[in-house]
């Protein structure tokens, strides 16, 4: 029987406006953008999604039915790619979710928390008790209500802001990544090759991604990070958020 994944979590717009910029405005010092053209993309956990989607056949999303209208706009520089500005709209319209929605019956749970109210810790917790397949991706700070699931994967900022508060047992279960050093697990470098990094943004879906499709088939977690490195790899290589 064909192995099945849900992801849960809050989902936006994501939007790249490429402009070009050759002087500075005479009545204040800053850029003045020349709008070029513009990008769209499914963000957060349905890029998390869309990611998993190129590379495992069997995935459904529980997340917000407004996120086409929930944007995050960036406006970069076309020949350097330097970001100019963000502008999110506004994050309270995300509803919170409705636990009695959720189907268990998957091999595995990914949950992509952005903590923008779409889940708080108890739901989290819940999730975590209900399934003893779950992933975690979270910008909370990590505490006990986190002990249940069965993989933290967070990045080396999100690490610094929650290791004084979590166990023993849960730094056993984190996945930490840290960019151009790979990722790190139980004590153990999982290195990457050098490359030219042209984009970071929703490289940590991919992560993640990579990470949930190749472990719901294999239950190795370890070549579930080798994979996971390189998907990561490859998509900030390309401008913009992109996939596997």
């Not at 019956?105 to 399934?131: M, V």
């Amino acid at each position: 029987m064909q192995k099945k994944i849900l992801i849960i979590g809050e989902s936006c717009k994501d939007i790249f406006v490429y402009c070009s910029s050759n002087r500075l405005a005479p009545d204040i010092p800053v850029p003045v953008l020349n709008i070029l053209y513009q990008t769209e993309n499914p963000g957060m956990a349905k890029n998390v999604q869309r990611n998993v989607d190129k590379i495992f056949n069997h995935c459904d999303i529980l997340t917000n039915d407004n996120w086409e209208s929930i944007t995050k706009t960036r406006y970069m520089h076309l020949d350097s790619n330097h970001m100019f500005i963000r502008v999110d709209s506004d994050h309270s319209k995300i509803s919170k979710i409705n636990l009695n929605d959720i189907n268990f019956n998957y091999d595995l749970i990914a949950i992509s928390d952005y903590n923008k109210g779409f889940l708080d810790e108890k739901d989290i917790e819940y999730i975590c008790s209900k399934h003893q397949n779950v992933f975690l991706d979270t910008k909370k700070k990590i505490n006990n209500w986190a002990s249940k699931a069965k993989i933290i994967k967070i990045n080396n900022y999100e690490y610094n802001q929650s290791k004084d508060f979590m166990s023993k047992e849960l730094l056993n279960k984190t996945i930490r990544t840290n960019g151009p050093e790979g990722c790190f697990f139980q004590d153990e470098q999982y290195p990457v090759n050098k490359i030219q990094v042209k984009d970071s943004s929703g490289a940590g879906d991919t992560f993640f991604a990579g990470l949930i499709a190749t472990y719901v088939k294999t239950n190795n977690i370890k070549e579930s990070i080798k994979f996971a490195n390189t998907c990561a790899s490859k998509v900030v290589q390309e401008k913009g958020v992109t996939t596997i």
